[in-house]
């Protein structure tokens, strides 16, 4: 999977082995490229059989043409909001689109790198399934102890190390790392939400999922050892058969 790679080389730049640059990754930043073959396939549709169109006196609005199916490398992109720093720099503030965020962002903890490898794994999830991972909105509003339940749901409750590092942990943790807040944990796993993939496809994805989403940022993989991951590595062999 290309994308990882990508992500590999804007988080240890190269040529700038001292830098490092947190992402704020999400759909919204990955475009799918198109090789010159997909584009000549569009043009000779619309050459053969033009699509539909309303001709206005200052316009010509024409019907959406679908995205064909190329198997080029994702680009990311947008870096308005990205922070470039030492290695080991920390960064406080709220960031990340609302599914996305990571835990230690949620509490106000200082962040780094890896809450890049937390939203690729929400993402992944996204992607593949039907429906977002988290879905912590309440009256349409992003609501962050709703946010936490549904972690502790999937993912299990945090160590204590993590309720240490931010007293606003407080609010829904007992110091043991029992729920203590008013919402309800929800009953589901990621296996109950899992509904697309089988067999050992379901098993290497499920695995990946669990491997990204940890509460301590340290215990997540690096973007390189994402990279050699089963699933991910499974993929780029399909895709490069398929060019």
């Known amino acids: 999977m290309d994308f990882m790679h990508q992500v590999r080389h804007r988080i240890q730049i190269r040529g700038t082995p001292s830098l490092k640059l947190a992402l704020d990754i999400s759909p919204n930043n990955v475009l799918v490229t198109a090789d010159d073959t997909a584009i000549c396939k569009v043009e000779q549709a619309e050459i053969a059989g033009p699509s539909p169109r309303k001709v206005l006196a200052d316009r010509t609005i024409h019907l959406s043409y679908t995205m064909p199916t190329t198997f080029k490398s994702p680009v990311i992109t947008d870096f308005g909001h990205a922070r470039l720093g030492d290695p080991g720099q920390k960064y406080s503030g709220d960031v990340m689109p609302g599914v996305f965020r990571a835990p230690e962002v ?65 609010k829904y943790w007992d ?69």
């Not at 992607?127 to 709703?146: A, I, V």
């Not at 994805?205 to 499974?234: C, G, H, M, N, T």
């Open 106 to 170: 949620i509490a106000g903890m200082e962040w780094d790198s890896q809450i890049d490898i937390w939203s690729v794994g929400v993402m992944v999830w996204n992607l593949l399934e039907d429906g977002n991972l988290f879905r912590p909105f309440k009256d349409g509003h992003l609501d962050d102890e709703l946010h936490f339940a549904q972690m502790v749901s999937l993912i299990g409750p945090p160590p204590k190390q993590f309720l240490e590092r931010s007293g606003r942990c407080h």
């Open 175 to 243: 110091s043991e790392g029992n729920w203590i807040a008013a919402t309800p944990i929800p009953e589901q796993t990621l296996e109950t939400r899992e509904m697309r993939l089988t067999g050992k496809d379901r098993d290497l994805l499920l695995a990946l999922v669990r491997k990204i989403l940890k509460w301590l940022p340290e215990e997540r993989p690096s973007a390189e050892d994402l990279y050699e991951d089963e699933f991910i590595l499974q993929f780029m062999k399909e895709t490069k058969s398929s060019v």
